[in-house]
Antibody, heavy 114, light 110 residues
Framework: QVQLVQSEAELKKPGASVKVSCKAS????????MYWLRQAPGQGPDYIGW????????HYEQKYQGRVTMTRDTSMNTVYMELSRLRFDDTAVYYCARGVRFDLWGQGTQVIVS | QSVLTQPPSASGTPGQRVTISCSGSSSNIGTIYVYWYQQVPGTAPKLLIYRNNQRPSGVPARFSGSKSGTSASLAISGLRSEDEADYYCAAWDDSLRGPRVFGGGTKLTV
């Protein structure tokens, strides 16, 4: 079954870091870039950046640069997104999404900063 | 505040045709591709339309997209109760490092 399965919800304090995982299955992991987005309550998705599973190359949107790190483990078909120096307004559901069309999404990971 | 502007709500009755608009600028919709996503509350977004008017396999032909100038529209014909959801437009080109912007969403009530 083609799917992306993300890690469970997290509750963090301001200033801490959070690391969210996204495990791919049912398709060739190296065949698609993986993107990360987040969605605050009542708002549209906000784009964070991407990772190339082949070589680990990354690109981050400017507003997240310096706080976000994306990595991958090809042996586990899994990508990770770590966000540091958490603030209250980082509270959101974080999603991984496949490919330039975002044609497959993970189920989302709720991150609460409180 | 979202880069792309959508009406906050839309409504229709079963069988009707509804359209949802998405307004941008020459730096986004005007020059690049528009995408549409459907999101049932509590679930992840689902791709409905890519590259302005292309439907992925599995998306019914009832859903169609169009673009003109700096605006785009999603049309849903033969409205069904299961179409009740939030709909988001988005815009980006094929460049890897380009911005990817979303609208604020339109809640469709059937």
């Amino acid at each position: 079954q083609v799917q992306l399965v993300q890690s469970e919800a997290e509750l963090k304090k301001p200033g801490a870091s959070v690391k969210v995982s996204c495990k791919a299955s049912g398709y060739t992991f190296s065949g698609y870039y993986m993107y990360w987005l987040r969605q605050a309550p009542g708002q549209g998705p906000d784009y964070i950046g991407w990772i190339n599973p082949n070589n680990g190359d990354t690109h981050y949107e400017q507003k997240y640069q310096g706080r976000v790190t994306m990595t991958r483990d090809t042996s586990m078909n899994t990508v990770y997104m770590e966000l540091s120096r958490l603030r209250f307004d980082d509270t959101a559901v974080y999603y991984c999404a496949r490919g330039v069309r975002f044609d497959l999404w993970g189920q989302g990971t709720q991150v609460i900063v409180s | 505040q979202s880069v792309l502007t959508q009406p906050p709500s839309a409504s229709g009755t079963p069988g009707q045709r509804v359209t949802i608009s998405c307004s941008g600028s020459s730096s986004n919709i005007g020059t690049i591709y528009v995408y549409w996503y459907q999101q049932v509350p509590g679930t992840a977004p689902k791709l409905l339309i890519y590259r302005n008017n292309q439907r992925p396999s599995g998306v019914p032909a009832r859903f169609s997209g169009s673009k003109s100038g700096t605006s785009a529209s999603l049309a849903i014909s033969g409205l069904r109760s299961e179409d009740e959801a939030d709909y988001y437009c988005a815009a980006w080109d094929d460049s890897l490092r380009g911005p990817r912007v979303f609208g604020g969403g339109t809640k469709l009530t059937v």
